[in-house]
């Protein structure tokens, strides 16, 4: 039953793999000792009972029985807390919780982060609150809520500021919620301890363990407490203390490994000394560098947002000042006209203790906000006041301008930083990336960090000296169509850029040249646009010219423009002629005939019945785990938190087997019912490849329990490789005979003119930060290439195809399998002749039969074969898929000199070479 809740809460809250292995662990204590469901308990029966279970653990360290949760930041304890009260509700009964918070910051985040309807409700998905969600009773209205306890819901979750209780610890008196109000006959204090059910969470408890509020709290005597924090000790005047309560540990290290937050990088200057500068011009040049950073990271978020179709990101910088004084300087220093001409003037807010009354509302109304793409806040001061709680996901730069020597302020200072902003990693280095800037004495603390057994690894980013392409600009590009129009710069610019990126490309003259034609030729783009899906009646993009297709436009045209006829008339110039309707739509029609291609939208679909599964196959090496670690415990040097090497459930199965299987079936893709045979031979074949090393049954038992969760993840990555999937058949289907050309979204230096793409590049490797024009027959006025093989066969296109361009992300749709992923495939070329169409891809020899490559290749010729299955019906031309190595790309050959590269199937893993 338990072990049923406790994936029904995993699955539907989607907890990620640490904090889903949290909750196991939590369920495993509660098995193991269930008397902690219960007051008048033997607690040390109790301790000695999970010791044996948790090698962390040593002593509860409160007057009941609390278990710590160390999570890295950036990992979501937050959602965490909401799947500890959902499991507990659901799988135990349990309807009282009370929520400890360790300042006004996080008591704010949480009370928002419980409220049902908020962006990051933690209850979301969870059916059995949706009608009747838990009431929330907190430090500000218990006295207005109290006599209605219990009535709205079956759950309460009561959330308490500690910081709030201590002042009033301090000031000589019982905190407020203890002193006497009647409430259900007792004070509210009396009343939650008197509460049969109550359990304690506290949100970064290292922050309040050992100071008076907390020992007033311990009198609710709750069944149990449950303590997160993701710096498992407490700062004393002997050097960190760490926590005896922990039986969950995820350092950052893991976080970082497995990728759910981003990745630290250190940054300095090239050959940069620091004695050579004075305090002033060293921090001037740090925040120089940092800007730097910055503008370059908001470039390719705006780049990443537009290709990938999701929210665009805007990124901040954080500045850590000495103090207020600092901090006030650095603001009026970053605002003047001497940093970077006045560009961050109205963009910059300090945030520290000096700020009171209004001005202190409008700081932090503005600190909450900085996430809004549309707050202009650009960078951020402070003075050690952002520590925990402030969960943001867009901060990108730091610039620590203090000596910061307490471990806690170092890591939870970058852990500001940590969180990604679309939840996972992007593969994008930049939008993945946090940098903090480290010319002098931060560099102490990255070295400490650096050593290795610091969980904290950070990766070096070294910086020329401020040169003319550092820079950078997002640069959006659409179809030639659009410019030779004359429609570029009206809504959809031909060059639409973030700054300046220089010289303009070449441009040709316009079809329209007034205002009504061009806003006449706009509707009429919009109305082809819909005859994609029309293929009964435009199979290719040819048969637009079709007399009676061109009726029907302009009908349609004519239709949409009625409600702007009388603004496209008074919009035109005085004796400006009004337009002519058919040539309009001839003309325009013949534009897109030209400056297109016929791509059309493929989507092969399985018929019938669909099932799946795996091929029978040999596992390949295996780890030589050992017996007997299970009980080894380590103790980090950066903070002294406690961690065991490796850990099992402690329960012991009957079959060996059932230690792999159980942890293989709570993978989603793999079904027990129909697999379990492959299951259980995979699962032996494991057991006899640690038999075969002379093992007892014992030393096995120890094994499989502490290694079994490695053991399933391994066998899981290579089930993946022997996946099948089966249907009755399968459909080729065609939804689009022709797609309009997206356009291309680009990450630029700035400052720099267009190049001509015949232009010998003299630093090949600064070849990915230039744009190119020039062309005659490309599709696009402006391209972008990744290399300059790349480069040189856009000349070979430029002189033997009737026509040819680069794909935007999107163009195709075309998606390969690599492992359990299936990423879309972006080819490299597209061009036409007289009698084929290439998709073409430039790899380096030596990347041609990756397992990436290949994949890529399967798919682009499977999209191939459909695609000229298609052409052959409509009279269309055939398509081939050429996959060239680099060291072949010549000025000197011709475009049919690469066909001799064409792929025309992929099979075993063996490309078809025609």
Same mark, same amino acid.
């Given at each position: ?46 301790? @000695? ?30 959602? &965490? ?128 363990? +050992? ?62 000394? +620091? ?28 780049? #990443? ?38 560009? #961050? ?26 996430? $809004? ?10 003075? %050690? ?27 939870? @200072? ?53 040169? @003319? ?39 040709? +003259?316009?079809?329209?040249?007034? +205002? ?8 009429? &783009? ?40 009388? $603004? ?6 005085? /004796? ?45 090496? &295996? ?70 090393? %002379? #093992? ?32 009755? /058949? ?89 492992? *359990? ?27 041609? $039969?990756?397992?990436?490559?290949? *994949? ?6 499977r999209w191939c074969k459909h695609a000229s299955d298609h052409a052959a019906q409509v009279g269309g031309k055939p398509w081939k898929y050429l996959l060239i190595p680099h060291d072949e790309v010549a000025e000197s050959r011709r475009l049919m000199d690469f066909s001799r ?14």
């Open positions: 039953m338990n072990q049923r809740v406790l994936h029904h809460v995993s699955g539907r809250l989607s907890l990620r793999p640490p904090q889903a292995e949290s909750l196991a662990k939590l369920m495993q204590a509660l098995d193991t000792a269930p008397e902690m469901l219960g007051h008048g308990r033997d607690m040390t029966a109790i301790l @000695s009972t999970l010791k044996a279970e948790f090698a962390t653990l040593e002593d509860f360290e409160r007057e009941f029985p609390s278990l710590c949760f160390a999570l890295a930041t950036g990992v979501g304890k937050t959602r &965490l807390m909401g799947a500890f009260v959902a499991y507990l509700h659901l799988a135990h009964g349990i309807n009282n919780f009370f929520v400890l918070a360790p300042n006004l910051t996080i008591y704010n985040k949480l009370i928002a982060d419980f409220t049902p309807n908020t962006p990051k409700y933690v209850f979301k998905g969870i059916g059995e609150f949706a009608q009747q969600s838990p009431e929330i009773i907190t430090g500000d209205n218990y006295e207005q809520r109290g006599s209605t306890m219990g009535l709205l819901s079956p759950v309460t979750i009561n959330i308490f500021n500690i910081s709030k209780v201590n002042s009033e610890v301090r000031g000589g008196k019982e905190p407020r919620i203890k002193r006497l109000r009647e409430v259900l006959g007792d004070s509210y204090f009396d009343y939650l301890a008197n509460l049969p059910d109550l359990v304690l969470l506290m949100d970064e408890s290292h922050r309040y363990r +050992a100071q008076a509020g907390m020992r007033a709290i311990n009198e609710l005597d709750p069944l149990f407490g449950l303590e997160l924090t993701a710096t498992p000790f407490i700062e004393s005047s002997r050097g960190p203390v760490p926590f005896k309560n922990v039986v969950m540990d995820y350092p950052l290290a893991r976080a970082l490994e497995d990728g759910f937050v981003k990745e630290p990088a250190v940054v300095t200057q090239r050959n940069f000394t +620091a004695s050579a500068h004075t305090p002033d011009e060293l921090e001037k040049i740090k925040l120089e560098d940092g800007v730097r950073l910055h503008e370059s990271t908001k470039a390719e978020l705006l780049t #990443y947002a537009r290709e990938n179709g999701v929210k665009v990101v805007k990124p901040f910088m954080l500045v850590i000042a000495r103090d207020t004084t600092h901090a006030t300087q650095l603001k009026a220093l970053i605002e003047s006209d001497v940093f970077y001409a006045g560009r #961050y003037a109205q963009k910059v807010i300090q945030v520290d203790s000096s700020r009171t009354g209004a001005e202190e509302e409008v700081m932090v109304t503005r600190l909450l906000a900085v996430e $809004n793409v549309d707050e202009p806040t650009e960078i951020v001061i402070h003075v %050690n006041m952002l520590k925990e709680g402030w969960d943001v996901t867009n901060l990108y730069t730091i610039v620590p301008l203090r000596a910061a020597n307490a471990r806690t302020l170092i890591e939870q @200072s970058i852990g500001r930083g940590l969180r990604l902003p679309y939840g996972k990693r992007t593969g994008v280095a930049e939008v993945d990336r946090l940098n903090i800037v480290a010319h002098d004495k931060f560099q102490e603390i990255i070295d400490e960090a650096n050593r290795g057994d610091s969980p904290i690894h950070l990766k070096q980013v070294i910086l020329d000296a401020p040169g @003319s392409d550092d820079q950078k600009v997002s640069v959006q590009v659409v179809s030639g169509v659009m410019a030779r129009l004359g429609l570029a710069g009206v809504a959809d610019d031909a060059l639409v850029v973030v700054g300046d990126v220089g010289a303009t490309p070449t441009v040709f +003259a316009p079809v329209f040249s007034t +205002a009504a034609e061009r806003q006449a030729a706009r509707m009429v &783009l919009d109305v082809i646009g819909s005859y994609e899906t029309r293929r009964d009646l435009v199979p290719v993009a040819g048969a637009l010219r079709d007399a009676g297709i061109q009726a029907r436009i302009r009908a349609e045209v004519a239709e949409r423009l009625k409600p702007l006829q009388g $603004n496209l008339l008074a919009g035109a110039v005085e /004796g400006e002629a009004v337009p002519d309707l058919s040539a309009v739509v001839a003309k325009t029609t013949e534009m897109l005939i030209q400056q297109s291609m016929d791509i059309p939208r493929i989507a092969v679909v399985p018929t019938g019945e669909v099932t799946t599964g795996f091929h029978p196959f040999q596992l390949a090496a &295996l780890p030589n785990f050992q017996p007997g670690q299970r009980e080894i415990v380590g103790q980090e040097l950066r903070g002294n938190a406690q961690f065991t090497l490796s850990g099992g459930s402690g329960l012991r199965e009957r079959r060996l087997a059932d230690y792999i299987v159980k942890k293989l079936v709570d993978y989603d893709d793999i079904d027990y019912f129909t697999q379990a045979d492959l299951l259980y031979d995979l699962a032996e074949q494991c057991i006899t490849h640690y038999e075969a090393q %002379n #093992y007892v049954e014992s030393e096995l038992h120890e094994i499989l329990n502490t290694y079994g969760g490695e053991l399933a993840r391994l066998i899981h990555a290579e089930m993946m490789a022997h996946f099948w999937e089966a249907a009755t /058949g399968y459909e080729v289907q065609v939804s689009r005979g022709f797609t309009a050309l997206r356009p291309c979204n680009y990450t630029v230096a700035a400052g720099q003119g267009v190049h001509h793409f015949r232009e010998t590049v003299s630093e090949p490797g600064r070849i990915k930060q230039m744009l190119f024009g020039g062309f005659a027959r490309c599709l696009y006025p402006l391209q972008k290439f990744d290399s300059d093989t790349e480069r040189r066969f856009a000349v070979v296109l430029e002189r033997d195809a009737l026509k040819w361009f680069k794909p935007a992300k999107g163009q195709f749709q075309m998606y390969y399998k690599l492992g *359990a992923e299936q990423p879309e495939y972006i080819p490299d070329f597209v061009a036409e002749t007289d009698t084929t169409i290439f998709m073409a891809e430039t790899k380096a020899r030596s990347e041609l $039969n990756t397992p990436e490559v290949r *994949a890529k290749a399967a798919a682009a010729a590269f064409e792929v025309a199937d992929v099979q075993d893993g063996h490309m078809l070479i025609t």
